[in-house]
């Protein structure tokens, strides 16, 4: 039987602390049109399609998913560099979802993104300087040192040396490139930095010494985060809580060690159980759980449950009801699971067997390297 339902999905919030991102019912809907001169629509793409999660002052969101899922999409909504189909974005208390584009700038100051792409997130014809003080310029930020002095210091923050002011991005690695994104996010002193996959373009030792800067700065500055990424690895290297997304839908939330020791829905537990292992010999003692099948087009959704298509566990149920994002009678609070027939909380997806790369696994246990 399907354990009783204790809360509203209203409840998709922590239990404590002050909210500085609240998003409700946000949607995202593609439309796709046929026609070349008399267009109409004949579908839409649900990338986002109804989802609730806030983020408090201070604190870092991961947000994973397979590719496809919407995790991309939702940070470019949060950034508004999308605009939503339905839903509401209130950041800071001032609702954002319609706020004019001419109006944002002010919003913006407070709200940055780093980028995937450190090759083409950077202009290539515009100085390291250039890059980083023309946030500033733009905002009518005076600093009183000076805006160049105020681009070296930021460098010098993010492990660069503050004399590569007057250089072009494409004199810099995929490492380095990234830092300079990483100072342009810094510039405006931002409350809220959206990261989306900001180390998956990288080697995997670079990708180790961004994650712990990223770290370093969000307990020098007090930045909240949403961390994007398809690394359960990193996610939970930086991540206090975790939100986990499957076809445009979030499934599950819940703190770090919950989700990652106890998970209830069933695609958070196979996405555990495919995480790269430590030790080899390990492998026998933790179920590889495999999917079936392909994930279902956004186009046309399965009804009900969306990962029922998948789930070894489906039912009746499963194809006609929605489940909503709650919490259930043996979760803890905050803890939130969007599944008719979770899985048992007794069963752990084995946390000590759940660890880092080995280039991440050694940095964490040692002070950030700043140098490459």
């Not at 009801?321 to 997806?349: I, K």
Request: hydrophobic share 35%; with cysteine.
């Amino acid at each position: 039987m399907p354990e009783q339902e204790l809360a509203s999905p209203a409840s998709a919030k922590p239990p404590a602390g002050e909210n500085l991102l609240e998003v409700s019912g946000l949607q995202k809907h593609f439309p796709i049109r046929q026609g070349i001169v008399f267009q109409r629509q004949i579908g839409a793409v649900h990338a986002v399609d109804g989802i609730d999660f806030s983020v408090r002052a201070g604190e870092s969101l991961g947000l994973v998913g397979e590719s496809g899922c919407g995790k991309s999409t939702t940070g470019r909504l949060i950034t508004r560099l999308l605009e939503p189909t339905a839903g509401s974005i209130v950041f800071d208390g001032e609702d954002i979802t319609h706020k004019p584009v001419a109006k944002m700038r002010e919003a913006r100051r407070h709200l940055q993104m780093i980028f995937q792409d450190p090759y083409s997130s950077l202009n290539p014809r515009h100085t390291v300087g250039t890059i980083i003080e023309t946030p500033m310029k733009l905002n009518g930020i005076n600093p009183p040192q000076g805006h160049k002095r105020r681009a070296q210091e930021l460098l010098e923050t993010v492990g660069l040396n503050p004399e590569h002011y007057n250089r072009y991005p494409n004199e810099f690695s995929g490492g380095q490139r990234q830092r300079i994104g990483i100072a342009r996010a810094l510039a405006l002193r931002p409350k809220l930095i959206v990261a989306d996959e900001p180390v998956s373009a990288l080697d995997v030792s670079i990708q180790a010494q961004v994650v712990n800067l990223l770290q370093d700065l969000q307990r020098e500055f007090g930045i909240a985060f949403v961390f994007i990424a398809h690394d359960l690895a990193v996610v939970r290297h930086f991540s206090e809580r975790v939100a986990v997304m499957y076809l445009g839908k979030i499934v599950e939330v819940a703190d770090r060690e919950t989700l990652y020791t106890r998970p209830r829905h069933p695609y958070t537990h196979a996405l555990l159980s495919a995480v790269p292992e430590a030790d080899p010999d390990s492998t026998e003692r933790r179920e590889r759980i495999r999917l079936a099948g392909d994930v279902p087009s956004p186009i046309d959704p399965p009804s009900g449950c969306r990962f029922r298509t998948r789930c070894w566990k489906a039912q009746d149920k499963c194809a006609t009801d929605e489940p909503p994002l709650v919490r259930l009678r043996a979760n803890p609070e905050g803890h939130l699971t969007a599944c008719h027939f979770p899985e048992e909380p007794t069963v752990e997806a084995r946390g000590e067997d759940i660890v880092l790369d080995p280039a991440l696994a050694a940095l964490e246990k040692s002070p950030t390297d700043r140098s490459s």
